[in-house]
């Protein structure tokens, strides 16, 4: 045996690490709950963990990203105590209760050398279809639809609102996350793609060459998704299995996820609370 | 004969030209990244920035708490594929090469340092988190990356191992040194450089890992306590910060400078390691 740690010394750590690991599984004193779901709601459900685990100590709140169905299903097989999702329940998915704590809104966005501002409701739906090809008249500026890939919040969103099926969108480019699609339209004057509004509106704010489109005559911003005026937006969830508010830690967190003590967080994370 | 000569010099200088060439755009290449990340991530970085943890979903604060868990997730990776592929790649180069079972075996590694590094997340997160029940922990997802990597350390050390000269192995052996001996005094200082250079491939493929990290150690920013936490790598971060976060540009390029500087300084570390073993790597005797 000795000669077999001399042969390999890193065994050696191997072995120290091993007993420090199992020393700290032992040592699991704290309460901890786990969060899963949303990527585009983790990041914010992180921040409000750190407060929350700041004014409850020995308590621990992790949180994991992966997606609003993903976190859905870890909801319902009990893999997290709550799941993360940035869209409604869908008809399948029951068993489980949701907690809204803030709203998104959903902007078209175009390069901010398209002349375009306003679009009306049908106006999206054929651009989107592909009914629609071209930006002008003279048929020579061709749209380039950017349209986000399956499973993504903002999609089933848009989908929903403009009454849509997946396999209707005529799309040219498919892309991931929010900041992908404005990247996308910021580099292409031809592009038209929906994102997050707060998330446009930070960006267009910066620099970055994109503009937000009206639809149907209401600006798309902050303001017009808190007064419920903006038509597509979408409700950024918490969902527990059971049909009651869940109890101890879990039901304290998602209260507290609700609670106005977090109301400035949701705005610097360019989302809107939910007031009543 | 002379215009011939005079051709083949020609077809010489074009050659050299093409290489030049080739070398200046790789060059270019490497450097608009360079440029771009000091552009957009030199105003960020500083000491605070180092040692900060992370606030306002990494539009704010530091990288601290990221930067233990990813030293903590390679400390796990290195702990168990370095025993296990140097192990490995002894057992193959010295005991079975009369086994057939082990050109399977060598065949299979192979093949596994081709598989993507996604394949080995969503495995690392049923086997490691589901199936043994570590959870999103920083050993969960030092493990995975260990499987990732023992391909690369059980072929350079492969590679080590079959550069000892031919004669070693009977001459040890006609001196009456045991097989234990004769790996440990002579075959081992050998291959030590091949470990070292799979060491440090195996470090610059785990320090760049995202899709084998974000399912196995997770998300989380807080100060890692022990290796069951579940901590976020730095390319996780920067994944996030790119792809999730807006307003994030800004220190998605800091990190992505502190993770290019962490990565030269282990290349320059490992160099100077080889060059020191390779110096006092005992030198075979002229036949």
Not at chain 1, 193 to 202: H, R
Not at chain 2, 27 to 44: E, K, M, N, R, Y
Request: aromatic share 6%; with cysteine; hydrophobic share 45%.
């Amino acid at each position: 045996m000795s000669s077999l740690l001399k042969l390999h010394p890193v065994s050696a750590v191997f072995g120290a690490f091993l007993c420090l690991n199992q020393s700290c599984t032992d040592s699991s004193a704290v309460e901890k709950i786990t969060v899963t779901g949303s990527s585009t709601l983790a990041p914010l459900v992180a921040d409000m963990a750190g407060l929350f685990e700041a004014k409850n100590p020995g308590i621990r709140i992790d949180v994991q990203a992966g997606g609003s169905s993903r976190g859905i299903l870890d909801a319902s097989s009990s893999l997290a105590d709550i799941g993360m999702t940035s869209r409604n329940l869908k008809a399948g998915e029951n068993g489980l209760t949701s907690h809204r704590i803030a709203l998104d809104g959903i902007a078209l966005i175009v390069h901010s050398q398209n002349p375009v501002s306003d679009l009306s409701h049908d106006q999206v739906i054929s651009i989107f279809t592909g009914k629609t090809e071209f930006w002008n008249e003279g048929n020579d500026r061709k749209i380039v639809v950017v349209n986000k890939a399956e499973g993504r919040g903002t999609l089933e969103v848009f989908l929903k609102h403009f009454e849509l099926d997946s396999a209707d969108i005529d799309a040219d480019l498919i892309v991931g996350e929010n900041q992908q699609a404005i990247k996308t339209v910021s580099g292409n004057p031809l592009a038209i793609g929906y994102v997050s509004i707060g998330a446009a509106e930070y960006e267009a704010a910066n620099g970055t060459p994109i503009r937000l489109l009206a639809v149907d005559g209401v600006t798309a911003t902050s303001k017009t998704v808190a007064e419920g005026t903006y038509p597509i937006s979408r409700p950024l969830l918490l969902v527990t299995k059971g049909h009651a508010v869940p109890a101890g830690l879990t039901g304290r967190f998602v209260e507290f996820c609700q609670s106005t003590a977090v109301h400035e967080l949701i705005g610097s994370h360019l989302y809107v609370p939910v007031r009543e | 004969m002379i215009g011939g000569a005079a051709r083949l010099s020609r077809n010489d200088r074009l050659l050299g030209a093409a290489g030049g060439f080739a070398a200046l755009v790789v060059l270019v290449g490497f450097g608009a990244i360079v440029f771009d990340l000091f552009q957009t991530g030199t105003a960020s970085l500083s000491i605070p920035f180092l040692v900060g943890k992370v606030e306002n979903g990494g539009r704010a604060g530091g990288i601290g708490p990221v930067l233990i868990s990813t030293g903590m997730i390679l400390l796990v990776c290195l702990a168990v594929a370095l025993p296990l592929g140097t192990g490995c790649a002894i057992w193959l180069s010295e005991f079975a090469s009369k086994i057939r079972f082990a050109r399977a075996i060598t065949a299979g590694i192979d093949l596994l340092a081709s598989v993507p590094s996604i394949v080995f997340g969503l495995f690392g997160m049923v086997f490691f988190c589901r199936t043994l029940g570590l959870g999103f922990s920083i050993t969960s997802g030092g493990l995975t990356l260990a499987c990732m990597i023992l391909p690369i350390v059980i072929r350079t050390t492969l590679i080590g191992l079959s550069g000892a000269p031919s004669n070693l192995r009977p001459g040890a052996a006609a001196l009456g040194l045991s097989r234990v001996s004769t790996i440990r005094h002579l075959l081992l200082p050998v291959a030590i450089p091949g470990v070292v250079v799979g060491t440090t491939l195996g470090i610059s493929r785990a320090l760049a890992e995202t899709a084998a990290l974000i399912f196995t150690s997770g998300y989380a920013t807080r100060w890692p306590e022990g290796f069951d936490d579940s901590g976020r790598a730095i390319s996780v971060h920067i994944y996030d910060l790119a792809m999730n976060v807006p307003g994030g540009a800004a220190n998605a390029a800091a990190s992505a400078l502190v993770l290019l500087l962490a990565l030269l300084f282990i290349n320059y570390l490992a160099t100077l390691l080889a060059d020191r073993w390779l110096l006092k790597r005992i030198a075979p005797t002229s036949e």
